[in-house]
Each structure stands twice: as C-alpha cells, then as structure tokens.
C-alpha cells in the first residue's frame, strides 16, 4: 500500500524560513491569525497559507473562539526532528574536539 502525500512531514514544514519564525512566534502564547500576520512582510492569506502547512504537519493547532482561530505551537512532532539530528551530533563533537585541539597546540 502506498500512501498519498496528502500531509506534509515536519522536515518539509520547517525547510521555510517563515514556517520556522511562525513556530517561534507560536512558542510563547495562542495567537489568532491577524495578530500573527502582523509580525510578517506578507500578506494575510500568505501566513494562513503557512499556518495550514504547520497544521498538516501537527506543527501547530488551531481553535475556533468567538469569531477568531487562534493558533498554537505543538512541538511534540519536533521530537522527530530531534532524533533525526542527534545521530549528527557525533560527528560534530569530533570536529570541535579536533578544532579544540588545533587552537590549543603550540604552533611555534
């Protein structure tokens, strides 16, 4: 069976630099989305636009309150991303402990 991509992964989400200054935004308190679209150079059908690509990937929730949706972060599909970068750590940990070891050694 093979499944349609009807929902974006978080890796896709995140490849956009405002998707990444949404979810920070996000991160402090529920916003709804002509507060949100203040903070961004572009137009309000662009960050709902972005909002609905968060939504699909669990990036971030949305709840109708009176007339308004707000919006809120849902970082537990960041876990995933967390995972996938801690097995780079490895390899960044040799290279700074190799630099480390550079700097220090008497070059005379």
């Known amino acids: 069976m093979v499944a349609t ?3 974006h992964n978080v890796f896709q989400a995140i490849a956009d630099p405002t998707r990444r200054r949404l979810l920070k935004l996000l991160a402090d308190k529920e916003m709804p989305i002509t507060e949100i679209a203040e903070f961004f150079p572009i137009t309000r ?3 709902n636009k972005h909002l ?3 939504s699909d990937a669990g990036l971030v929730s949305s709840q109708k309150v009176g007339r308004e949706t707000r919006y809120k972060l849902q970082p537990e599909p960041l876990v995933e991303l967390k995972q996938w970068l801690s097995f780079f750590e490895q390899y960044w940990d040799k ?3 190799a630099l480390k070891e550079f700097v220090e050694t008497d070059n005379d």
């Open 5 to 7: 991509p009807s929902k």
């Open 45 to 47: 059908t662009a960050v």
């Open 52 to 54: 609905h690509v968060l």
């Open 95 to 97: 290279k700074l402990s």
